[in-house]
């Protein structure tokens, strides 16, 4: 079975901290994925990640980074926390080996910023 | 970013009852997924659809994939507390990495 991990279930911030969120999977997958979660909104697409160090912007990448610096672990970063990022952040990954490449998901993060 | 419609947002249904819930999108896609999310948890993949008219069931779980390829069905057959949760469709238009989501549907089973 494939296995993402996120490094936390809840993490409370404070404005302006700067904040990491570590997503690990185990299954050489090539694609690694962040999405925010919040009501009535659904998942959307923060960034994304096809290879080591190569990174695209989702939908909404404003006030995010990320990092990708060995294929199995993907960062999301929150450069300067603010309260309209509190949220639910899920890590998904795929392969391209796999037909149409359906996404897998860890457990969520779920962020408040103070 | 683009949506998909979900129905219906939530329900409630009693223990032993069918469960029907539906995705419609405006764009043509080749391939939906199906996710089951508990509460506190990641969305779990249910079942894959690659091909229209594509009939696919996992347990008591069974999904179609429309003809026209811009919905989606799931049905759960004899609910059970278990199945208590939020449903996403997901849907991709070229087969590749690109998912779009739908907003889900919260159900609640009735013991």
Redo the contacts between chains.
């Keep these: 079975d494939v296995k ?1 991990t ?1 490094s936390s ?1 809840y993490l409370v911030k404070r404005t302006g901290e700067k904040v990491f969120l570590e997503c690990v999977q185990d299954m050489d997958h090539e ?1 690694m ?1 962040w ?1 925010r979660q919040d009501p ?6 923060i960034y ?1 990640s ?1 290879d080591v160090k190569m990174k695209e912007k ?3 990448p404003e006030g995010y980074s990320v990092s990708r610096e060995k294929k199995e672990r993907f960062s999301l970063i929150l450069e300067s926390a603010s309260t309209n990022q509190t949220s639910m952040y ?1 890590c998904a990954s ?1 392969s ?1 080996r796999t ?10 993060t ?1 962020l408040s910023i103070l | 970013g683009q949506q998909l419609n979900q129905s219906p947002q939530s329900m409630f249904i009693q223990e032993g009852e069918d469960v029907s819930m539906n995705c419609t999108s405006s764009s043509i896609f080749n391939t939906w997924l199906w996710y089951k999310q508990d509460p506190g948890e990641g969305p779990v993949l249910l079942i894959a659809l690659y091909k229209a008219g594509e009939l696919t069931s996992n347990g008591r779980l069974t999904a179609q994939f429309g003809i026209t390829r811009k919905d989606s069905f799931l049905n759960i057959s004899a609910s059970i507390p278990s199945d208590v949760g939020i449903y996403f469709c997901a849907g991709s238009t070229s087969g590749t990495y690109k998912y779009i989501f739908g907003t889900g549907t919260r159900l609640k089973v009735l013991a």
Excluded: E
């Design positions: 993402v996120q279930r694609n994925f999405y009535g909104l659904g998942l959307r697409l994304f096809y989702g939908d909404i899920l795929s391209i037909r149409n490449q359906p996404q897998h998901f860890g457990d969520g779920r």
